[in-house]
T-cell receptor, first 115, second 115 residues
């Protein structure tokens, strides 16, 4: 079984500050890992994903995440927050050999960006 | 190209009525997912289709919920005898076959309000 935890249901940062959203997972097999963003009243949009290869992955809008197997983590970062980054962020894990029920989302972290 | 579309975007219904929610996936996407997102909550998996078959119905919360997919394309989620606790945003996602199978593309959702 797989699971995802996201530390902090709500994170606030100042505009221009570092954004760090935490994601830890539990998986019995090497997982695929994802970050999705949800803007108000919209569906989810893929930010970035890790499948295999380089553990530091870059996504859209200046976000990146690093897969750390030893820490079972996939934290999302952005060097400088912008007002437009305010949204809900979801970490997700998938079993490479399967999908459907095995695609599990975390509870989400709401990011607020203060002027 | 066209993304995942869902209709209606908003639905208000009286307790006890039946509702149908529609999802049009991206053309060529073989997998289709339904999720429920309650206010301030993460995503709750409901059902997954591969083609017209639903190998995983484990997330349907009760027998009042059912879903079908026809022609490997459009899917309908039906909720019978709606209850107030069914109020939520219902999200649909689709995935392509092959290497992209683990990427989900989301629609904008249907906001269901049961009064």
């Amino acid at each position: 079984a797989q699971s995802v935890t996201q530390l902090g249901s709500h994170v606030s940062v100042s505009e221009g500050a570092l954004v760090l959203l935490r994601c830890n997972y539990s998986s019995s097999v090497p997982p695929y890992l994802f970050w999705y963003v949800q803007y108000p009243n919209q569906g989810l949009q893929l930010l970035l994903k890790y499948t295999t290869g380089a553990t530091l992955v870059k996504g859209i809008n200046g976000f990146e995440a690093e897969f750390k197997k030893s820490e079972t983590s996939f934290h999302l970062t952005k060097p400088s927050a912008h007002m437009s980054d305010a949204a809900e962020y979801f970490c997700a894990v998938s079993d490479p050999g399967n999908y459907g029920q095995n695609f599990v989302f975390g509870p989400g972290t709401r990011l607020s960006v203060l002027p | 190209g066209a993304g995942v579309s869902q209709s209606p975007s908003n639905k208000v219904t009286e307790k006890g009525k039946d509702v149908e929610l529609r999802c049009d996936p991206i053309s060529g996407h073989t997998a289709l997912y339904w999720y429920r997102q309650s206010l301030g909550q993460g995503l709750e998996f409901l059902i997954y289709f591969q083609g017209n078959s639903a190998p995983d119905k484990s997330g349907l919360p009760s027998d009042r919920f059912s879903a079908e997919r026809t022609g490997g394309s459009v899917s309908t989620l039906t909720i019978q005898r709606t209850q107030q606790e069914d109020s939520a945003v219902y999200l649909c996602a689709s995935s392509p076959p092959g290497q992209g199978a683990h990427e989900q593309y989301f629609g904008p959702g249907t906001r269901l309000t049961v009064t």
